[in-house]
């Protein structure tokens, strides 16, 4: 047994530093008197008759350590460096030997994990995210890895974790250094948070940005109907004031006051959506008479069904009503009825007629007989970043955000749009409005003046 203490001195003394090296060399030292003692009593020598040279010898090795503990400082050096080195390192370090038995933890992450988790003993069992962490680390196979762990008390912790292995590779233990980062992590968190907020504002600003050149493209597009009316209106007085008689002229100038109305509420109503968007106040959803708004719009459009001889047919039933934000839907449902005029043949008819697909929803479906739509264009056509016109039937010019704007608002409103287009032939809009209004998740409370449909 002394041999082989010896020997694995003297394989270590070629690894050690210089002092350890000669405390070392004592050690081998002091061990001869034993080793050689033993060898003497093995054949049978002594110097003196009952003396018992072993125990002599033993006593020699004590007395040569001793003067060397004593006088030379022997092992005072490591615990005192590793005491001054894990008192300088602000993280808390641990050593596991490969049962996972706590061998050692200065004095950081004693304060780090006994404050929260009482005292460790013999392993780090009581503390669960390391010990999960410990225990997953083991499973990889790996020598090193670094983890970022939150416990349940909502502190953050950086964890490294290195294999303690000999020559041959064997595990001898777990080394760990750990760090408390919440403040760190908070932080970190909160940028997350703010840059994220920027990012949305940015978006939110570009986007308002959109919204605003939409608006006032729709304004236009919207006004100039009612302007065309009147001017043209205008003209036709200024030009046969002489022919008309006072009924025929005051016939016209009534046209002129109903389109100078129906302007000033058509600017009305985009003035009022135009605040909202702007605000980025939420829709509001009621309960209305789509057949009323039906015919509103076309009384707003009189003029310029008139000017194509249209017959346009409102087949809906009069109490058909549905659940959306009046405004918004009028305007959509406006859209789609002068593009079927734009696109329609002099002479031509339009047809309004509404379909029940299910208890909770209603299709308004709009067919105009007129020039139809190319289907490279129909795929195209509720696309919000495609701008797409042509002229219509009478030469008509669009802005092209029409039909993208009407989809926007259905979509605002629970609802949809869908288009089917037979070129040279038909063309039919279907739009899909709800007619009852949420009462809770997964039930429904049907409008007041719903209808039904066989």
Known sequence: MILLGQIILFKALGHLPELSRK????FITASYFPLIAVVLYSIGFTFVDGLDIIVLSFSLTGLLLLVGISRYNILDIVPIVKQRISSII??????????????????????????????????VSAVDWLSVTVNAFKEEGIKKKEVTVQDKNGEWYNVMLSLLTDRSQRLKGIFIVMRNISQRKRLEIQSEILNKKVIESNQALKELNAQKDKILSIIGHDLKTSFHQITSLAQIIKENAGMFDKTVTLELISDIDTAALNGGKVLEDLLIWAKEQQEFIHIRPEVFNLHEVIDEVMSFLNRL????????????????????DRNMITIAIRNIIVNAIKFSHPGGNIRLECKIPDPAHMNLLITDHGQGIKPEILDKLFNPGSKYTTLGT????????????????????NGNIQAESEIGKTTTFTLTLPTVKPEEPGKYQHAEDAFSMN
């Open 394 to 413: 009478g030469g008509e010019k669009g802005n092209g955000l029409g039909l993208s704007f009407s989809y926007e608002m259905m979509i605002r409103n």
């Open 90 to 123: 602000p993280d808390g370090l641990l050593v596991l030997d490969h049962h996972q038995q706590l061998i050692f933890m200065n004095e950081v992450a004693t304060a780090l994990l006994e404050s929260q988790y009482g005292k460790l003993k013999h392993d």
């Open 23 to 26: 405390q070392a060399k004592l």
């Open 305 to 324: 069904i008139k000017s194509k001889e249209l017959i346009i047919e409102n087949l809906l039933p009069a109490n058909a009503s549905v659940y959306a």
